[in-house]
């Protein structure tokens, strides 16, 4: 979407929201030669903060390409937020619900009109414990593969200093760096005119985040973990080492308690065990 096609609301937006942002956060911005002048593309950007969507479409505003984000479906009834939303053309995400489908269609619709949709693919605050991207959703992909339209991958850093992932007050002094670097599009060609089969998605997912963790690690300096954070991967393995640790305190319990205490611990046991005989 060229600049003069803007429009009131996001020029609204960007009267209220720009000021703030240039007072409080230092600006490092790279990769502006990547954003496509005119067609449709994705972004696919991580996230690290509650802010950065404010920060990240700063950076994109200013490129002249305005993006549109999907965004949880709550904000759109929201009073003038709500209002702000619809007239910057955002898209609700209806989850597990008969709508949950129509952010998709939005998105490939936005992209065919030559517009730009914001993917976090991560679809929420990353939770790896040093900031990288964690394992991300397939709809970037999905949208991707669709349309066939450029995807660019973008890496963002800083504003999870300013507030980081889940906390309630920002800190603002001294003044932090809110840095991007844009790549060039990800080479998604092998993935055309194929089944858009789960595995397929997955490993097309994988290819789009593994750039946007490229360019992090170009950012911050420093290598990515070899496997990103996962974290239903990571909810079972708790629940594994939770297993792990009381099942030997169980253990010790048992070896502690007296013939009698066993005994009568057995008891109910027992009893089920002769009902359900005398069930039968």
């Known amino acids: ?34 954003i496509p002048a005119d067609g449709g593309f994705i972004t696919a950007v991580n996230h690290n903060s509650h802010i950065d969507p404010f920060a990240y479409a700063h950076f994109q505003y200013n490129t002249g390409r305005v993006p549109r984000f999907l965004a949880k479906s709550g904000l759109f009834r929201k009073g003038f937020v709500g209002a702000a939303m619809r007239g910057t053309g955002q898209i609700p995400v209806y989850r597990e619900s008969t709508d949950a489908l129509s952010a998709f269609r939005a998105a490939i619709a936005a992209v065919e009109r030559g517009e730009c949709v914001a993917f976090y693919p991560e679809g929420t605050l990353t939770r790896d414990p040093n900031g990288w991207p964690m394992t991300a959703k397939t709809g970037a992909a999905r949208v991707a593969l669709q349309t066939k339209c450029p995807v660019i991958p973008v890496a963002q ?11 309630k007050k920002p800190d603002l002094f001294p003044r932090k760096t809110h840095q991007v670097l844009a790549g060039p599009p990800v080479d998604l060609r092998r993935f055309y005119d194929k089944e858009m089969t789960p595995e397929l998605l997955k490993e097309a997912t994988e290819v789009i985040m593994a750039a946007v963790t490229r360019q992090l690690e170009e950012i911050r300096g420093e290598k990515a973990p070899a496997r990103p954070y996962d974290p239903r991967r990571e909810r079972i393995e708790q629940r594994r080492r939770t ?17 009698t205490q066993r005994t009568q611990s057995q008891q109910p046991q027992t009893q089920r065990k002769q009902a359900e005989g005398q069930g039968t």
């Open 157 to 167: 850093w800083g504003a999870n200093k300013v507030l980081p992932p889940y906390a």
């Open 1 to 34: 979407m060229p600049r003069r096609r803007i429009g009131f609301w996001y020029r609204l937006a960007a009267v209220l929201c720009k000021p703030p942002l240039v007072v409080l956060i230092k600006r490092d911005w790279r990769g502006m030669e990547h």
């Open 243 to 259: 297993r792990a640790q009381t099942q030997p305190a169980q253990r010790t319990q048992r070896t502690q308690q007296t013939p």
